[in-house]
């Protein structure tokens, strides 16, 4: 087993609002190897997007990481100030962000935007000119040339996307965080998105973090999955067991709300219920309810996670626990 | 059947500046020489390659661009010449959902707020106002807690549903989704699309949709059009373009999205080779042809058009006679 390059254990993100305290990460523990390819799914508002901006120590105000370490290549990135924090964005670790109108600066041309990027390590601005046309060539630019004197809101969606893809990827850095980083694509650019991120890992020995809700992608690109509810890690695995044997409940509805035909052949099975309120969490398990195998136990007792090989772990009572005795 | 929105030989060409000071001028064909209809009650989707003009297309029909050329009908409106009034009574008719969720919210304001604005603009009384936003917020599952947040405050797909909420509070007739589930996950997307069913048939809604998410296009759609390169390229009813695609586009399309099981990881993939084409300079003959593998010499030099193939199954290519691409699914 390859080394591990970031080891994230008992994490815990609060958002401090006015109608009391969100929150939006807890407990949450994983790893990932070098060259590795993870992949976070879960509920939307689950608390995904807040994880990865942990790991680069950019949780928005009001938020706050209360808890948990986060070991980057040996070091914990939580005791470090933000002056060698800073050394770690971009180069080591780069973040390809949920909405791409965040990452990119409306003001500048976009092959500028990538140019100052790879500036960032001392490349002289002519050949960071060129290298920023090459890796906007490579995330499948129409026109790169052209595209590169373009403003952000001159591009369509899904160049937007690939623009900033981009220009996180224009360091290699060590760790790519990537939220949600194909929704505007169509689905044969995202194949080849895909299939750079394939080579990047292979060939730079990039490890990856990929948030998404197209279980398609997930299953082309993933080693690992883990999915979230409600701000926990409720299920991890290796991708083909997560996606054989589902173990949680909801990860087993959530494969099962997939559209698989057209709408007059089956009604979608959405999950019944509301999505958990973050700063009034039900007690005991945060699904109970809207789980239909939920037990007594269940609307008590949060359960623990439970790891049933390494790597493979899962967090409700049906899987272990005093009900797995008993059964 | 009658038609709801009709557009005939659109054209929208996009100038871009570029060299010293802006001096040399070049256009994007955005959208070039469409022309389609969508009939009252139907949910039509558009589907294709990023960049080939799609988000164009919504923002035509309620006319938040100009077209360069060609005409465009809502309800019998011509939208292209309506007088600033005639505007804004056919846009109250119709909702949008774009394609960047945090554009249709203002910053500033609550998402209660940004709901509830098109009501006031209506002219609606405060206190019946509020309780529609709230009416509304609740079909898209969004807590009430949420409702008082400001948008940056908001997950992803929170921001998606309450730009839903914003575009049907007016209960228009007529709704645009650019992209309305991609940033939701597959079971609050499986609630927002039964939401849709619902809501279209409770108020006979028309629908035009816009995802590169095939399955959910297949799930929604009655027809679907595809298009490549601000060219309409198909358009058939949806069954017949998943049993029956003519187009060499479509069948990329079709083949390239990835099965959620990880077994068919390495499955063999009908990916559409080379770079994508420039848009300035778009190829000659059959804007495919550099990255088609069907492509003759007769695909070079002439534009194939579009035509029918029986009962409104529209297809641009010139091999279509030649091949069987059934058989590559
Ligand atoms: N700045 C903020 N202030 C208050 N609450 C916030 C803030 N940012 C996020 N939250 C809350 O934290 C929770 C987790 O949000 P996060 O963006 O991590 O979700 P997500 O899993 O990425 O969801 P999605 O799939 O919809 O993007 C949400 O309930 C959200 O409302
Ligand atoms: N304001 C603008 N100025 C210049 N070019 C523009 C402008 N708006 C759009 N374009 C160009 O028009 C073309 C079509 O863009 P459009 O946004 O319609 O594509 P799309 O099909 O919606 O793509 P996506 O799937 O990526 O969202 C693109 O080449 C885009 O760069
Ligand atoms: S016309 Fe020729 S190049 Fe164009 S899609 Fe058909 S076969 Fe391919
Ligand atoms: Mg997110
Ligand atoms: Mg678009």
Avoid at chain 2, 115 to 135: C, H, M, S, T, Y
Wanted: overall charge positive; aromatic content about 6%.
């Amino acid at each position: 087993m390859a080394a591990k390059l970031l080891e994230v254990s008992g994490l815990e993100v609060q958002f401090d609002t006015s109608s009391g305290p969100v929150r939006a990460v807890r407990g949450v523990s994983f790893d990932i190897a070098e060259g590795e390819v993870l992949a976070l799914v879960g509920e939307s508002g689950c608390g995904k997007s807040t994880t990865a901006l942990s790991i680069l120590r950019l949780v928005p105000r009001p938020g706050e990481i209360t808890g948990g370490r986060i070991v980057f290549d040996g070091v914990n990135l939580l005791d470090l100030d933000e002056c060698s924090m800073t050394q770690y964005r971009g180069k080591q670790i780069s973040m390809i962000f949920q909405n791409p109108l965040v990452a990119l600066n409306p003001v500048y041309r976009s092959g500028f935007q990538v140019q100052e990027a790879v500036m960032l390590d001392k490349v002289p601005p002519d050949r960071a000119w060129r290298a920023a046309l090459n890796v906007l060539k490579q995330v499948r630019l129409p026109d790169p040339e052209d595209r590169a004197r373009s403003y952000p809101h001159e591009l369509s969606g899904g160049m937007r996307q690939r623009v900033m893809i981009g220009m996180m990827i224009s360091r290699f850095p060590r760790l790519l965080i990537a939220d949600e980083p194909t929704t505007a694509l169509d689905v044969t650019i995202q194949a080849q998105i895909l299939d750079l991120l394939d080579d990047l890992r292979h060939e730079k020995r990039m490890s990856l973090l990929i948030i998404t809700h197209d279980l398609g992608v997930v299953a082309d690109i993933a080693d690992r999955v883990g999915v979230m509810y409600a701000g926990a890690l409720v299920e991890t695995g290796d991708v083909t067991e997560v996606f054989e044997k589902p173990l949680h409940p909801y990860t087993q509805l959530l494969l099962k709300a997939l559209p698989r035909g057209p709408k007059n052949e089956l009604r979608l099975e959405s999950i019944p219920g509301g999505v958990p309120n973050l700063s009034n969490l039900p007690p005991g398990c945060p699904f109970h309810p809207r789980c239909q195998r939920r037990l007594d136990i269940c609307s008590k007792v949060e359960p623990e996670t439970l790891e049933i090989h390494p790597g493979r772990t899962v967090r409700c009572h049906l899987v272990g626990g005093e009900s797995f005795w008993k059964r | 059947m009658e038609a709801l929105v009709e557009l005939e030989r659109v054209k929208k060409h996009f100038v871009i500046r570029d060299g010293i000071l802006g001096r040399r001028r070049r256009f994007v064909h955005a959208v070039d020489d469409v022309s389609l209809s969508i009939v009252r009650g139907e949910t039509f989707g558009i589907v294709g390659e990023s960049g080939s003009g799609k988000t164009t297309i919504a923002r035509i029909i309620p006319r938040l661009v100009n077209v360069t050329s060609g005409s465009v009908k809502f309800s019998g409106i011509d939208i292209c010449r309506a007088s600033g009034r005639e505007l804004m009574l056919a846009r109250r008719r119709m909702g949008i959902v774009f394609q960047d969720p945090a554009s249709s919210l203002n910053p500033r304001v609550t998402v209660a707020a940004s709901i509830q604005r098109p009501l006031q603009l209506a002219g609606l009384p405060a206190k019946e106002a509020r309780d529609r936003v709230r009416e509304v917020a609740e079909l898209v599952n969004l807590g009430t807690e949420v409702l008082d947040k400001f948008p940056h405050e908001l997950s992803g797909g929170q921001q998606q549903r309450a730009s839903i909420a914003r575009a049907i509070v007016l209960r228009p007739e007529f709704v645009i989704l650019d992209e309305p589930t991609s940033a939701l996950d597959v079971s609050v997307q499986a609630q927002v699309l039964n939401l849709l069913l619902d809501l279209q048939q409770r108020f006979s809604l028309t629908y035009l949709f816009i995802s590169h998410n095939l399955p959910v296009v297949r799930y929604l759609c009655d027809r679907i059009a595809v298009m490549y390169l601000g060219k309409l390229v198909e358009l058939a009813s949806t069954g017949v373009l998943y049993r029956e695609p003519l187009h060499p586009y479509s069948l990329a399309l079709l083949m390239a999205a990835p099965p959620p099981d990880p077994k068919m990881r390495n499955r063999r993939r009908f990916i559409l080779t080379g770079d994508p084409p420039s848009l300035t300079n778009p190829p000659q003959g059959c804007r495919l042809h550099p990255r088609c593998q069907f492509a003759v010499e007769r695909c070079r030099v002439e534009e194939p058009e579009l035509r029918d193939y029986g009962s409104g199954h529209l297809a641009a290519c010139h091999r279509i006679g030649d091949l069987d691409l059934g058989f590559a699914m």
